[in-house]
C-alpha cells in the first residue's frame, strides 16, 4: 500500500464540493477512459468486500491543515461561552492535531459561495425557451489550494497511473457543469506521505478523524464515535440516474475503537513510504456495491489524533 498527498490549485470556480467519495467515483471514470472498461471492472470486481481496497480516497482540505473533528466542545477542550466563535474554527495545523490541540483550531472561510444565474437551452431552436428564459441559479464557490489524501494498492494502480488520473480529472474539471468550465484544477504535487503518530500520556487515549464520508455500522469495534448523520444521493451516468440512498458519517467523525476488538477493529495497513521506510495507515468502514456495476466508497482514511480520558468520561456521563 501507499498513501500519497496531491496538493491541488483551483483554477475556477466549483458547484460540487469536494467530498472524498465523489472524488473516487469522479477518478474510477477517468481510469476506465485511460485504462479501459475492463481493467476498472477488475479493480472493482471485489470492491465491497476487500479488506484493503485498490483506492481510498479522501475529501479535499486547506491546504497544511486538517479538519477539527465534530465532537462536543467539552471533548474538544474548548469553551463553552464562545459557541458561535468555536463554530467557525474549523482547521487544525497537521502538528496541533496529532497532538490534540482542538482548542487551536483556526477560522476557516466557510463561505457560501455566489449565487450564479443560468439559461435552459432548447436545443431545437437554439433559444432560451419560453418567456423568462428558464432561468435557474446554482451555487459556486472557489476553494482554497487543497490537499487530498489516497490511499492505494500499488500491486494492482500504478503511482503514475493514479497521477496521471488526478490530472485529467483537472483539466476536464470536477462535478457538476464541468462541461462549461466549472471544477478545474492543477495538480501542483503528488507525493508519499505519513501522518505523525501521537505520543500518547497516562491521561489519553488513542482517536482517530475520518477524512471523508463513510459508512458506520455496529461491526466496526468502534466504543465511542461523535459524527454528523450525511445521506448520500448518488448519482451515475446511465439509465439509473440516481443511485440508492445511503446513509454516512460525514467528514470530520471523531472515533475512539475498543482495545481488543478482534478482526471487528479498523483496517491497518503498512503504507511504502520509498527508501525502505513505512507507516501505518488506518482505514475504517464499508465499501458498498449498490448494484451488477455500481459501487460507492464508504471505507474512509483515518488520521490519528488523541483526547484526554477525562474529558471522554464526562461526556458520557453528560
Known amino acids: 500500500m501507499k498513501l500519497y498527498k496531491a496538493k491541488i490549485k483551483p483554477e475556477s470556480n466549483f458547484i460540487t464540493p469536494l467530498f472524498g467519495d465523489t472524488i473516487f467515483g469522479s477518478l474510477c471514470l477517468v481510469l476506465r477512459e485511460t485504462l479501459g472498461e475492463e481493467r476498472l471492472n477488475l479493480l472493482l470486481s471485489n470492491f465491497e468486500s476487500e479488506k484493503v481496497p485498490f483506492l481510498s480516497v479522501s475529501s479535499a482540505f486547506k491546504s497544511g491543515f486538517l479538519p477539527k473533528p465534530t465532537a462536543p466542545f467539552e471533548l474538544l477542550g474548548e469553551d463553552k461561552k464562545e459557541r458561535k466563535e468555536n463554530k467557525k474554527r474549523i482547521w487544525l495545523t ?35 425557451g419560453s418567456e423568462g428564459g428558464e432561468v435557474y441559479v446554482l ?136 527508501s525502505e521506510k513505512e507507516c501505518e495507515v488506518n482505514l475504517c468502514g464499508e465499501n458498498l456495491r449498490l448494484g451488477e456495476a455500481l459501487v460507492h466508497q464508504g471505507k474512509a482514511i483515518l488520521a490519528p489524533t488523541k483526547v484526554k480520558k477525562q474529558r471522554l468520561e464526562n461526556d458520557k456521563k453528560e
Open 94 to 128: 497537521r502538528e496541533a492535531f496529532a497532538k490534540g490541540e482542538f482548542s487551536s483550531a483556526l477560522d476557516g472561510e466557510k463561505s457560501e459561495g455566489e449565487m450564479a444565474f443560468h439559461n435552459c437551452v432548447d436545443r431545437a431552436t437554439f433559444s432560451a
Open 139 to 274: 451555487r459556486e464557490f472557489l476553494p482554497p489550494e487543497s490537499d487530498i489524501y489516497l490511499c492505494f494498492d500499488e500491486s494492482r494502480l500504478a503511482e503514475n497511473e493514479l497521477k496521471k488520473a488526478l490530472i485529467l480529472l483537472g483539466k476536464a474539471g470536477f462535478g457538476k457543469k464541468n462541461s462549461s468550465g466549472k471544477g478545474r484544477f492543477s495538480v501542483e504535487s503528488f507525493e508519499a506521505f505519513s501522518f505523525e503518530k501521537p505520543e500518547l500520556k497516562e491521561d489519553e487515549v488513542a482517536a482517530f478523524v475520518a477524512l471523508s464520508p463513510f459508512v458506520l455500522h455496529a461491526n466496526l469495534g468502534v466504543k465511542e464515535a461523535f459524527y454528523e448523520p450525511f445521506t448520500r444521493f448518488g448519482k451515475r451516468l446511465g439509465e439509473q440516474f440516481v443511485k440508492t440512498p445511503v446513509l454516512m458519517a460525514n467528514t470530520g467523525a471523531l472515533l475512539v475503537f475498543k482495545e481488543k476488538s478482534g478482526e471487528c477493529e479498523r483496517t491497518c495497513v503498512r503504507a511504502n513510504l520509498g
